[in-house]
């Protein structure tokens, strides 16, 4: 904690004194001023305190939001530290003034749940005040599906997840996390093609989950296939954000086999035709806690319906989808990678 209370005045924990008494702005107990040569100079509860201020801040949180609080102040911001907000029972790090608006920080260190995040955000939706989540180092290591989302925000249009690199005292706007299934890579589609047939076929013999078990069976029973001789229109060779648990490739899978139920030209309405593609690996899609939840369905959802129509699947008429073609399966899955050749 940076900042506590001495005679009904905020105190900066770098202009205290040691001889004065401190006291927490939000449970109103004492504090106790922490100096050292290898620490930021900081507030701390006494130990047992179970305030909301008393959780344990890390070094790498208390350096970088005193960062994050001098960068605010060169761009003329106006930050104040950890202004509490009793309706809610909350404080940002940082609370900003841009352009007019009221903006609040919070430099996230420590793990934190969904469940939490929402919590935290619904307060601040509470008091009009958006909110941005920056995180600390702990979040550039093995970086899952499930907290991109979480914590995917909007920046200029973009999906971007927002960093504080603390050794260089600067804002790292991270758009990395655009991918395709199985793959590293974002524009080569002939190896991108090989590699998702190749990890297709190791998840299918060699390694299966019940998942893929499942989802092979079902294929094998539809169609009499492999999962890597799947339509090339389930190969997503366009890199997207990450939206599901699994890789998209093996909702695409599903959503083909899903629409191999229903007769030719047989036809959807558009809110028909998203909740049909929703409902395939239902309890795969992840849930972001910082955007509304169709945000980034939406776009994964649009960009396949678009592909299906390009490759002459399925047909639009004003506000109706046609099924017009049953998408080929292959006998030979390196029939696809010529195929890919020719056309590149």
Sequence with gaps: MLIAVHNDQLVLAGNAKSDMAYYCPGCGQGVILRRGKHKITH????????????????????????????????????????????TIAQRPD????????TVAVEFQCSPLSLEKLLARNEGYRQLRIPVWWILGSPYLRNLRN??????????????????????????????????????????????????????LEKKQYHFPSKEIRELSLTTLRLTGH?????????????????????PIIIWRIGVILEIEKFPLFYSWGD????????????????FPGCLPPETIRNIIINQYTN?????????????????????QWFNDAQLKLQLVKRRS
């Design 94 to 101: 940082i609370l900003l003034e841009i352009n007019g608006h």
């Design 43 to 86: 507030y701390a509860h006494k130990k047992g305190n179970d305030c909301g201020f008393s959780e344990g801040e890390t070094l790498e949180h208390l350096k970088g939001k005193k960062q994050i609080y001098q960068w605010a102040q060169k761009h003329h911001w106006n930050p104040q530290l950890e202004v509490y907000f009793p």
């Design 226 to 246: 492999a999962l890597s001789e799947c339509p090339l229109v389930c190969h997503d060779l366009i890199a997207s954000w990450p939206a599901m648990s699994i």
């Design 146 to 199: 499930k907290k991109i989302v979480q914590f995917t925000q909007i920046f200029r249009k973009q999906f971007v997840l927002l960093f504080w690199d603390v050794k260089r005292a600067q804002l790292v706007i991270n758009q990395k996390y655009w991918r395709c299934s199985y793959s590293r890579l974002k524009y080569d589609k002939k190896t991108i093609l090989m590699e998702q047939i190749e990890m």
């Design 271 to 286: 809110k028909e035709w998203k909740n049909l593609l929703m409902k395939v690996n239902k309890s795969d899609w992840l």
């Design 307 to 327: 592909e299906l129509i390009a490759f002459k699947v399925i047909y639009r008429e004003d506000n109706h989808l046609i099924l017009i073609h049953r998408p």
